[in-house]
């Protein structure tokens, strides 16, 4: 997995600022951007950033990545299902609930492809539902099996990010998923939706424009600044 697109801070900040986005979470990739270039950016900038640790319970034990986490002054994890190839299972949760006690956010990779099985998105379930002591945000909302995944935002500690699904379906001209997406998503508890951009695939400005134009399109205008700010903060306050 990579990228070809400029991924430099400078670009990022200034998309942060074209965007009046005072403050942006950046996240940790294994073999793309690593911890610690993540954290030499918060420390350059420690009013524009806050920072998630990638772990991969496969190549560091809890103790080990929590030293790593804690040193680092991160905020929250990146658990990246695709990358990393890690089974849910027991001994990947106790992985976690091994972190708990630094009330972390794991952001969990969620995108899954119209190839993917059932089965795929039942182990995805079945595992964030497991992990109660955790604030979750299923990253992407479930991609192609968003109707899937954005259900489990029934679960107290589970929100969905809307970063890269919309802008890809656009991509792709499924127009017909992007209704269904806008459709169920209106079902959904606005206070579980949160605003990603998956820089440097989609920048700021494409996403946060095409987010707002459906939602003038499905009569949620109303709803910008919550998803797009609001929610984050309360999330990140613990008051849920």
């Given at each position: ?101 630094l009330q972390p ?6 995108w899954f492809s ?114 797009v700010e609001e ?10």
């Amino acid at each position: 997995m990579s990228t070809t697109k400029d991924a430099s801070l400078a670009i990022l900040l200034e998309e942060m600022d074209r965007n009046e986005v005072h403050t942006a979470v950046l996240v940790a990739v294994e073999g793309i951007v690593s911890n610690a270039a993540v954290a030499k950016a918060r420390k350059e900038h420690p009013n524009r950033f806050l920072t998630y640790c990638c772990a991969n319970p496969l190549t560091m034990t809890a103790d080990a990545f929590r030293k790593v986490y804690v040193e680092g002054g991160f905020v929250g994890i990146k658990f990246h299902l695709r990358l990393h190839h890690v089974p849910l299972d027991e001994r990947t949760r106790s992985f976690f609930r091994a972190l708990a006690d630094l009330q972390p956010v794991l952001l969990v990779d969620a995108w899954f492809s119209d190839a993917d099985s059932d089965a795929d998105v039942r182990a995805l379930s079945d595992f964030v539902r497991q992990l109660p002591g955790l604030r979750i945000i299923l990253a992407h909302a479930g991609g192609f099996r968003f109707q899937d995944v954005l259900p489990l935002v029934q679960h107290k500690h589970i929100f969905v990010d809307l970063s890269y699904v919309l802008n890809t379906f656009k991509k792709h001209k499924k127009e017909l998923l992007i209704s269904a997406f806008m459709r169920q998503l209106a079902d959904v508890p606005v206070d579980k939706i949160l605003f990603g951009s998956d820089f440097p695939e989609y920048s700021i400005t494409e996403t946060k424009g095409l987010l707002f134009a459906l939602l003038d399109e499905y009569r949620l205008t109303n709803l910008r600044k919550q998803i797009v700010e609001e929610n984050y903060v309360r999330l990140m306050s613990h008051d849920l």
